[in-house]
């Protein structure tokens, strides 16, 4: 069954180079309601217990060295069929395979640096909005 939340993070990259307005406008503009948000920055430790799945592939170090590198922007997401709706809108993991026009082919520099995260299940959709907020700041 579709869900309707889902959780992003405008990466390090995105932050850095100033696009977390632009990125914000394609995400509501295609439909997505804000149902939390913040800007943060993991420690290594953060990184690291977020994307423990990844622990045991050859670019974890890499992985946590980046996404604890500089703020992020976290964020719950609301529409219908919300995690796969957010894929689509963000691309592929490489943006070299992105599609056109989608958040990663148009901001997105590599593979690692790929300008924002997106919940690949309602299970970690849930998962991941609990690790970056509490009950009183969701909506
Ligand atoms: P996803 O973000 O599209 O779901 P995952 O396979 O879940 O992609 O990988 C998590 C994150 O790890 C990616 O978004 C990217 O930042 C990083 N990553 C994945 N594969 C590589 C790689 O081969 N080299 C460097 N970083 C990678
Ligand atoms: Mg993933």
Not at 17 to 45: D, N, P, R, S
Request: aromatic share 10%.
């Amino acid at each position: 069954m579709a869900t309707n939340r889902t959780f992003t993070m405008l990466k390090p990259d995105s932050v850095e180079k100033g696009y977390i307005g632009a990125i914000l406008e394609k995400i509501t503009a295609a439909g997505f309601k804000i149902a939390a948000m913040k800007m943060t920055q993991m420690t290594v430790a953060d990184a690291k217990a977020f994307y423990a799945v990844h622990s045991e592939r050859p670019f974890f170090g890499e992985l946590v060295e980046f996404m604890s590198s500089g703020p992020i922007v976290a964020a719950i997401l609301e529409k219908n069929n919300a995690v796969e709706d957010f894929r689509v809108l963000i691309g592929a993991t490489n943006p070299a395979d992105a599609a056109e026009g989608t958040i990663r082919k148009l901001y997105a520099s590599s593979m690692g640096e790929n300008a924002v995260h997106g919940s690949d299940s309602d299970e970690n959709a849930a998962i991941e909005g609990a690790f970056h907020f509490s009950g009183r700041e969701v909506f």
